[in-house]
């Protein structure tokens, strides 16, 4: 490795008569159909599993021709022709080789089967599998786990998890999928201890070399997942320390070529194979070791890089991907970098406890004008297990992703019926930046207390539904008027539709006169509570 994680590298594509290059030898190429591969898309126990069947229909995502397995004969054509197969694609329909021999790559561009345009699957074949009997995650714990965070103390209370994991949630039920550089050491260390013996780690995969073995390579990985699943109490807990993970080597370490991104992709499609819920991703794309392959920033659009057209499907397979921003603040680059800049997905960008935007932190907008990053999360002094069996403290947008994406993991879990485009939503606007989003801190950091409290439906007695809000609409002031039945005191709570408290006053009488001369007009949410009861009404204030 030849530069400090977070990982950046990059490509502009170099079209050829034998196909897209990717590295010296190596080349992209597509297919143009998937025509009798032997599977169907209403038969997808073939070809994913059932825990990725199942995390579609709670969403009511479909299942479609993307997720069908690439024709094998067309493999094994190339294959038998002398190239050697590199990487394969089902989201991108294509296959990634190598060949020194370019009267062979010249032959396989004339195959009818093969392709340099993007595969475009039909978006009527459609199937829809049906919601499983049961719930989707498990109930949260009936006690309070009462964590002693240690050294990540604050960077798991800037996001006031704390709330939700006092709330029982812990991310139990929900499986992440760690793409990395490697997980050196990670069964001997004592953050992954309870994790480990515990059976939370449930698969393992090196893309790179095309094996089993993870443990042997980059620490980053490990750093990277005990900020969600570290279990050490006094020094580290994670942001999600029940959550389930399976872990993917991606990144060849020893040069940074445009392979790493196929193999990145392979791995997001092993991911939501086996049934993941979330994907956090501390790498990314600009720049390589071989400069006439690297990006512009005129790529990054979501779709021009093949990672960022792969990630930005993520949403729609049922996951939610969490994505490092970069951290080429300070470098000529400067801007988020691929996979980072997909759609449909978190990306994170860095602040330090205090909240302050790390200067090193990629920036957007992307190319096409889109805020990113998306959110922000803490990654200056960032706590993290070392491999030397301590506590250390780094720093890197490749930090602060893994503590958005246990956070989503915990949420997800309050709320599992949420679809993983609204579950994000409504991470944004939770942020302390939603009404002026930007390209530093995208939508801010969010307050999983906040979001909590915005989804959370609102039960009352009949007696409290009774209650009035007048006038409304309103200029500076409204009034609250509490049925006689209901007993005082009663605390009205006013938020903004980003969840976030701008006044909140506990009186003794029925009727009340609640004042925001200074807020903007829009959309308000009261909140009246008394005696464990609670209405919520939708208020507007005028100009």
Known sequence: MKREILFFTGLLFALAASGQRVAENTYWFYFTDKANNGYSIDQPEAFLSRRAIDRRAWQSWPIDENDLPVTRNYVDSLAALGAEIRHTSKWLNGVLLT?????????????????????????????????????????????????????????????????????????????????????AALPTLPAFTEPFNGGQIVAQRNFVDRNQDVYNSHSHGTHVSSIIIGNWPDSLMGTAPDAQVVLALTENVQSETRIEEFAWIEAAEWADSLGADIINTSLGYTTFDDPSTNYSYMDMDGKTAHSSFANSM???????????????????????????????????????ASGIVAPFSSRGPTYDRRIKPDVSAMGVRTAVQSTTGEISLGAGTSYASPMIAGATAVLWQAFPTLSSTTLMQWILESGDHADTPDVAYGYGIPSFKRACRAITPVKSSPAFSRLKIYPNPFNDHFMVEIPGEVSTPCTVVVYNLQGKIIHRETFNTTTRQITLPDDPPGMYVVETESDGESYRNLIIKQQ
């Open 314 to 352: 993520t949403a729609t397979r049922g996951m939610i991907s969490v994505t490092s921003a970069g951290n080429s603040g300070n470098d000529p680059w400067y801007h988020i970098g691929a996979p980072g800049d997909a759609t449909d997905i978190l990306t994170v960008g860095a602040v330090d």
């Open 99 to 183: 060949s020194s021999d370019s009267l062979l790559t010249d032959t396989l561009m004339r195959l009818s089967f093969v392709d340099t345009v993007r595969w475009k699957p039909s978006p009527a074949i459609l199937h829809y599998p049906k919601i499983p009997a049961g719930e989707r995650f498990p109930a949260p714990l009936t006690t309070p786990p009462g964590y002693r965070y240690g050294y990540a103390e604050d960077q798991v209370k800037q996001l006031d998890l704390d709330f939700l994991h006092e709330k029982g949630y812990t991310g139990k039920g929900l499986l992440i999928a760690v793409l990395d550089a490697g997980f």
